[in-house]
């Protein structure tokens, strides 16, 4: 059951506690959420891809593994791609964080159920894959513990926000992957010095 | 049936790793494939290379990317029937100019003794070139390792998405014991 929690104030409040973080964002209302609470050239934009976001965000979190890496996705994508789970779990990056925001449906394509409306639970499917710190957020006041849940310990953790299902205003970042990826890498790497990649 | 023997299969797993080493490709996201069994087990001895082991092949490619974003280069290693799992994933390095190297060992062409490996195996490069993937056909293990360095050159110089498949000629049909 979902109260009142809504999308775009817990990111925001969520991101005003990001430090440096690099985020990556699944494709869909997550990404349109993460560009509404600021355009940074340390997010990740994706508008397709469904099921990758968090297998990105874990090579980047191997990566650079000096950086907080946080994954925000929703339910639809992470079902997915929900074996990613245990990827991640095996790999254990100790700066990568999750967060699932979950309305319990599909609601760029019609707003239809989705699998979590049922018995499904991502936070226990993540706690068997052997991510042990897991958190569900369901009010507004529990989300300054989640943020320190995401930023303020070692990972992998994994947080799921049951939020309501609403409309939301467009707010559409750059389409262009290309440049996205360029403007992401070069904010972590700095302008590239020679021709390889 | 070519049954080219362990030796050879220690010969091309030698010139991918020495090429991988030279490019300082430092991470190998696979669904194990057992023609690529010496390769991965000397990245997986390899103290500077990380092996991430994945449930299906498509995370790969997302592994893949996030670690180029971050600096680091990467191959997926996998068998042809995963490169079926892929198709849609590999709109994103495409899309973002990313790099994405593949070495994929075939299934289902010469001499294969299980049928359902057959349908993907000739789906494989058509699949790939589909999507846009620069694909490298190699059946010769002693050019196993020169066709893998062209195309992770041009995968991390030119930001292309590109797939060396190595003939089952080249890794040896697997016979179940019928022929072992």
Request: glycine share 12%; charged share 20%; hydrophobic share 45%.
């Amino acid at each position: 059951m979902i109260d009142s929690l809504e999308r775009r104030p817990l990111v925001a409040e969520v991101l005003g506690e990001r430090g440096d973080a690099l985020v990556v964002a699944g494709l869909g209302s997550p990404t349109w959420d993460l560009f509404a609470a600021g355009d940074r050239p340390e997010n990740l934009y994706t508008w397709g891809g469904m099921g990758l976001a968090l297998p990105t965000a874990l090579g980047l979190a191997l990566a650079v593994p000096e950086r907080r890496v946080l994954c925000i996705t929703g339910d639809g994508e992470i079902m997915m791609g929900i074996g990613s789970l245990a990827v991640v779990a095996n790999q254990a990056p100790e700066n990568l964080a999750i967060l699932v925001l979950d309305n319990e449906s599909f609601g760029e394509t019609g707003q239809q159920r989705g699998l979590t409306a049922g018995p499904t639970d991502i936070a226990a499917i993540a706690a068997g894959a052997g991510i042990s710190a897991t958190m569900t957020v369901r009010a507004g006041n529990q989300v300054a513990d989640l943020a320190q849940f995401l930023f303020a310990a070692v990972g992998p953790r994994l947080a799921v926000a049951k939020i309501a299902l609403t409309e939301e205003p467009w707010a559409l970042p750059e389409k262009d992957g290309a440049t996205i990826a360029r403007r992401f890498r070069e904010a972590i790497m700095g302008a590239p010095r020679t021709t390889d990649r | 049936m070519t049954k080219l023997g362990p030796s050879a299969e220690i010969d091309w797993s030698n010139d991918v790793f020495r090429e991988m080493k030279a490019r300082e490709i430092s991470l190998v996201a696979t669904v194990p494939d057992g023609g690529l069994t010496r390769l991965l087990n000397m990245c997986e001895d390899d103290h500077a290379t990380r092996v991430v082991t994945l449930t299906t092949e498509p995370e790969g490619v997302g592994v893949c990317i996030g670690a180029w974003l971050g600096g680091k280069k990467s191959l997926l290693a996998m068998q042809s029937s995963g490169v079926g799992n892929c198709i849609n994933a590999l709109g994103m390095p495409a899309t973002m100019r990313a790099p994405c190297l593949m070495l994929v060992a075939m299934r289902g062409q010469w001499g294969e003794f299980n049928p359902w490996q057959v349908p993907m195996g000739g789906a494989t490069r058509p699949a790939l070139e589909a999507i846009g993937v620069r694909c490298f056909d190699v059946d010769a293990p002693n050019r196993i390792g020169e066709t893998f360095a062209a195309a992770a050159d041009l995968a991390f110089h030119g930001g292309f998405a590109t797939a060396v498949l190595i003939g089952q000629r080249a890794i040896g049909a697997k016979g179940f014991g019928r022929d072992d």
